[in-house]
C-alpha cells in the first residue's frame, strides 16, 4: 500500500509536475505476468522515474545497509525502502550475485516485473559500459522477456556525485522484448551468457544514445580515480 500511495498521491503527482517524464514504447511491457526491465544507470533518480511511466509496480534488488541502520534515520529508511518494493541484498560478500539471483526469481516467479541495471553500478561518465551476465543466466532460468530499458536525462536531474542537479524532462524508453528461449538448458554456457548480455546492452545502447565501452563500469570508475590522481600529482608544486 505505501508503494501506491507514494507513486499516486505523495510523490509520484509531484514529481510529474516538476520534471513532467516523458515515456516510449510503454506498450512493450506487459500488462501482467513477468518480465525483467533491464535497464542503463545514470543516476539514482533512475528507479523512481522509470517505474513512474508504467502502471505496474517494479521490484529492484537494494544494498542491504538501507534495511540495518540503526536509529530514526535507520528506521525511515527501512520502512521507505521496504514499502516501495526493494530487496535488501548483501553486496559485500562473495555469494552476492546468487542471492541478487534469487531474490529475482522469487520476484519473477510471484508474476511480478523485476528492474536490474545489468551495468551493475551507475556510469560516473554518462557513457554505457559492459554488462554483467547475471541478467542472462536470470533470463535463462526463468524464461521469462527481458524489456530493454533506457532512461535519458536523470543524470542532469540528479548527476554522479551530487544529490540535485538541474530541473529537465527525463525520458523513459522501452524497448521491444527480447526472447532467448532458444538458449533455453545453456545456461552454464559462458559464451552464450556473453552473448545474450551483449545483445541486451546493444539494445540498451540504440534507446539510449549512449556511447559504449567494452569494459565493467567497475574498473573504468577506478581508472578515471587512479588518472585524476596522478593529474592532481602534476599540478601539486615541489616543496
Known amino acids: ?32 505476468g513477468p518480465a525483467i526491465l533491464a535497464s542503463n544507470h545514470l543516476s539514482y533518480a533512475d528507479w523512481l522515474f522509470m517505474p513512474l511511466v508504467i502502471p505496474r509496480m517494479v521490484r529492484f534488488v537494494a544494498k542491504a545497509e538501507y534495511f540495518t541502520s540503526p536509529g530514526i534515520k535507520g528506521w525511515l529508511q527501512k520502512t521507505f525502502f521496504s514499502g516501495t518494493g526493494n530487496i535488501p541484498i548483501d553486496r559485500s560478500g562473495a555469494d552476492a550475485a546468487s542471492g541478487a539471483l534469487l531474490s529475482a526469481k522469487r520476484v519473477l516467479g510471484e508474476g511480478e516485473l523485476f528492474g536490474i541495471y545489468p551495468e551493475g553500478t551507475r556510469s560516473h561518465d554518462g557513457r554505457l559500459y559492459r554488462g554483467k551476465t547475471g541478467i542472462a543466466r536470470l533470463a535463462l532460468e526463468t524464461g521469462v522477456p527481458v524489456i530493454p530499458t533506457a532512461v535519458v536525462g536523470t543524470d542532469v536531474v540528479a548527476p554522479p556525485g551530487k544529490k540535485f542537479g538541474r530541473i529537465t524532462r527525463p525520458t523513459v524508453r522501452f ?65
Open 1 to 32: 500500500m505505501f508503494y501506491w500511495f507514494l507513486k499516486f498521491i505523495a510523490l509520484g503527482p509531484m514529481l510529474k509536475l516538476v520534471f513532467r517524464p516523458k515515456s516510449e514504447g510503454v506498450e512493450n511491457v506487459p500488462s501482467s
Open 175 to 239: 524497448g521491444k522484448p527480447l526472447d532467448f528461449s532458444r538458449y533455453a538448458g545453456m545456461e552454464n554456457d559462458r559464451f552464450i551468457l556473453r552473448s545474450i548480455t551483449d545483445e541486451i546492452m546493444y539494445e540498451i545502447m540504440r534507446l539510449s544514445g549512449q556511447e559504449y565501452v567494452d569494459m565493467y563500469a567497475t574498473r573504468a570508475k577506478d581508472e578515471s580515480k587512479k588518472s585524476d590522481a596522478a593529474k592532481g600529482a602534476e599540478r601539486k608544486p615541489a616543496a
